[in-house]
């Protein structure tokens, strides 16, 4: 499987997986932090791109984390492309829903200071419209 093409973005920045780090000398290592034993690091190994990486970190966090696992490539596990690797949308915001019997779960990612600025003014804007609370 050729991954070459998955270490680059639209605009030919490299692009940052979850649970993977590029070396100095040019390889990629993958590891993944086990909550079932306190958050120790488990290493995954060493790779020669950055996309066999992440692959090796979804492989171990669906066998831990299930349908509930954040992953690189969550297409390839039959779930929504929603986690996906880390990319800049228009908006510079990411959002995954995950339902539950009682209630949804949304989780975003913080990638810039234009996403945090634009939730705060829509807070005041919102709160001021309607009074104090």
């Known amino acids: 499987m050729d991954t070459s093409k998955d270490n680059k973005n639209?605009?030919?920045?490299?692009?940052?997986?979850r649970g993977v780090?590029?070396?100095?000398?040019?390889?990629?290592?993958?590891?993944?932090r086990?909550?079932?034993?306190?958050?120790?690091?488990?290493?995954?190994?060493t790779f020669t791109s950055a996309g066999e990486a992440a692959r090796a970190y979804d492989r171990a966090a669906y066998s831990?984390?299930?349908?509930?696992?954040?992953?690189n490539f969550p297409e390839e596990y039959g779930m929504p492309f929603t986690s996906s690797h880390f990319?800049?949308?228009?908006s510079g915001k990411r959002e995954r829903r995950v339902s539950t019997i009682d209630k949804q779960v949304f989780e975003f990612e913080y990638l810039d200071d234009k996403l945090l600025e634009e939730l705060l003014d829509y807070d005041d804007k919102h709160n001021n419209n309607n009074g104090p609370l």
Not at 21 to 32: H, S, T
Not at 87 to 90: L, N
């Open 64 to 71: 831990m984390r299930g349908d509930l696992a954040i992953l």
């Open 87 to 90: 990319y800049s949308s228009s």
């Open 21 to 32: 780090r590029k070396r100095p000398w040019g390889k990629y290592a993958a590891e993944i």
């Open 10 to 17: 639209s605009n030919g920045g490299e692009i940052k997986y």
């Open 34 to 45: 086990d909550s079932t034993r306190g958050g120790v690091r488990v290493w995954l190994g």
